[in-house]
């Protein structure tokens, strides 16, 4: 049964430390996205990826948050330093990238606490 | 730009009952696919059901089904025979053609009563 995997589950750290979220997305899936959920704003998309490069970072504080791909099983979101505010669910989701009817494949997120 | 209206922040339906969630979408693109993810207590956000925008069929998934109405441009969820496990967050999306992307609406929380 394949599925994305997050780590880590839980984060919590304090303000101004550095936050690093992996992804490996479901094998052969070649897009990858990095949504952030709260209550106040909902699902928003941060950044996505297709074949290893980023198409749409457009959602991300570009000052802190860094989004990358070293390889094609792997996909990381950085935060330098953490405040507070980004205390928050941090999904990824993989898809095959074929077209409208591209289904998302969400990982278990990871639920950040900065303190 | 696209948009997700869910208007029903929360229902409430008893056990083996039918209910509906609303779901109104607002696009000027012709080819466009809509989605229906299910967010339990426990976080993960599961994918139930996709319609295409040139789907003739409405989609249907076990018990979930898609009520689509191109013309109002509304692509309700309709589960029938609720369970207690259906007790969740619903979230409905789209994404348009040439887009990888999602767009999400604000979700409707579902209590399934015994």
């Known amino acids: 049964d394949a599925r994305v995997t997050q780590t880590p589950r839980h984060k919590v750290t304090e303000m101004g430390q550095e936050v690093t979220m992996r992804c490996q997305p479901i094998?052969?899936?070649?897009?990858v996205f990095w949504y952030r959920q709260t209550m106040m704003q909902g699902l928003e998309l941060l950044a996505y990826f297709r074949n290893r490069a980023p198409l749409d970072d457009s959602g991300m504080p570009k000052d802190r948050f860094s989004a990358e791909m070293p390889d094609a099983t792997l996909a990381t979101l950085k935060i330098q330093p953490s405040e507070p505010r980004d205390s928050a669910v941090y999904f990824c989701?993989?898809?095959?990238?074929?077209?409208?009817?591209?289904?998302?494949?969400f990982g278990p997120g990871t639920r950040l606490t900065v303190l | 730009a696209q948009k997700i209206t869910q208007t029903q922040p929360g229902m409430f339906v008893q056990e083996k009952e039918a209910v509906t969630l609303d779901c109104t979408y607002d696009?000027?693109?012709?080819?466009?696919?809509l989605f229906w993810y299910k967010q339990p207590s426990s976080g993960e956000m599961i994918f139930l059901i996709y319609q295409g925008s040139y789907d003739e069929q409405n989609a249907t998934e076990g018990r979930y089904s898609l009520n689509f109405q191109k013309a109002r441009k509304s692509a309700n969820l309709v589960i029938s025979a609720s369970q207690l496990g259906d007790s969740a967050m619903y979230f409905c999306?789209?994404?348009?053609?040439?887009?990888?992307?999602?767009?999400f609406g604000k979700g409707t929380m579902l209590l399934v009563s015994p």
């Open positions: 094998l052969g899936h070649n897009t």
């Open positions: 696009t000027s693109d012709q080819s466009y696919g």
């Open positions: 999306a789209m994404r348009v053609s040439g887009y990888s992307t999602l767009t």
């Open positions: 989701a993989s898809g095959l990238g074929r077209g409208r009817g591209d289904t998302q494949y």
